[in-house]
């Protein structure tokens, strides 16, 4: 993939916008030579698409993956695209608390720029499956996960000039509402409703973090993504990865009016992860309807970053994984006092 130099973020690490003086172009991305950037579940669908992209920048990219032999199969497509791409796999299992407290030694001392968190779970059986630590599995891998992850990687996004957190959403979230007493649906365990609403939980998450690194002055940026619609049907083939049939390649023609695959869907978290011009707090998605097209930012709908809400869920959240991201993250500028919630 082409790519041009990148323009550097002003010194305070709060990105500025007349820095830029090209348009944004999704097939010319600029360079990151030197960078690291974490995708979680980088070895399918739109994490694959995002590691892709942003290996074809320069930077080292790390595919978080709890299967070795798909993120071989992954960085080997990657690499037959992007000659010289520089990728490193990490044994990553977000509904295991021992996987995701030895991410960050696993990781190493160096910098880390950016965290796509990308990977998640959707379950369409009637039957509602828990971890073994009794957390319902799409709660705990989508939310709960990620936020015990940040917290543990903290130290090296805190190491790093100017690093985000990209937080990947979904239309899911939309429609849904959290019940603060009914958190992971023990009474209320409908698939599609429990998926939505970790999803919800996700993107809450994303946006109370921005406020509370606001807050305390902190370099590190978290960004809100939402990949739109996107279909298998209408995403370009990388076998082993990834392989339409003909006749999948056909019915997927009529959706492309209105939605977009996989590759598409990853340009939100490429750009929250790259634009200089990109502020924390924001929701990127795609142009059109939100639902395919390139990445622009979009307005918040109210429910998706309550503050209220979210400083319930933070403090439930931190009770349940043992672990406060904020804390971490802006230890060096309030001296160990994470800011007050919101």
Not at 52 to 69: M, P
């Amino acid at each position: 993939m082409p790519t041009t130099p990148a323009t550097p973020a002003t010194p305070s690490g709060n990105p500025s916008a007349r820095a830029r003086t090209r348009p944004w172009d999704v097939h010319r991305l600029p360079r990151a030579d030197g960078r690291t950037f974490l995708i979680t579940g980088g070895n399918a669908g739109i994490g694959y698409f995002t590691a892709e992209q942003l290996a074809g920048t320069g930077a080292t990219v790390v595919l978080g993956s709890r299967d070795a032999a798909k993120a071989r199969a992954a960085m080997a497509s990657i690499r037959s695209r992007v000659p010289g791409a520089r990728l490193r796999h990490l044994p990553l299992d977000l509904a295991d608390p021992a996987s995701v407290r030895d991410a960050a030694a696993v990781l190493g001392p160096d910098p880390l720029d950016a965290v796509v968190l990308n990977a998640g779970v959707l379950l369409d059986r009637p039957q509602r499956h828990e971890t073994a630590q009794g957390h319902e599995l799409m709660f705990a891998t989508n939310h709960l996960g990620h936020f015990a992850l940040v917290a543990r990687l903290a130290p090296l996004l805190r190491a790093a000039a100017a690093s985000r957190v990209v937080t990947t959403g979904s239309f899911a979230a939309r429609s849904e509402r959290l019940d603060l007493d009914d958190l992971q649906c023990l009474r209320d365990y409908r698939p599609k409703r429990t998926y939505g609403r970790s999803k919800l939980a996700q993107m809450l998450f994303g946006f109370e973090l921005d406020r509370r690194l606001r807050a305390a002055g902190s370099g590190t940026l978290s960004v809100v993504v939402h990949p739109g619609g996107a279909l298998d049907s209408l995403t370009p083939d990388r076998p082993p990865v990834h392989a339409r049939t003909t006749g999948e390649r056909l019915r997927g023609l009529p959706a492309g009016l209105l939605l977009q695959g996989k590759e598409a869907a990853a340009r939100p978290a490429v750009r929250a992860v790259l634009d200089p011009a990109v502020e924390g707090g924001q929701l990127w998605g795609p142009r059109v309807f939100g639902l395919r097209g390139r990445p622009k930012p979009e307005a918040v709908r109210p429910h998706l970053a309550d503050p209220a809400v979210a400083a319930r869920l933070w403090e439930v959240s931190c009770e349940l994984t043992g672990s406060d991201p904020a804390s971490g993250l802006v230890r060096a500028a309030t001296g160990g006092r994470p800011p007050a919630a919101s």
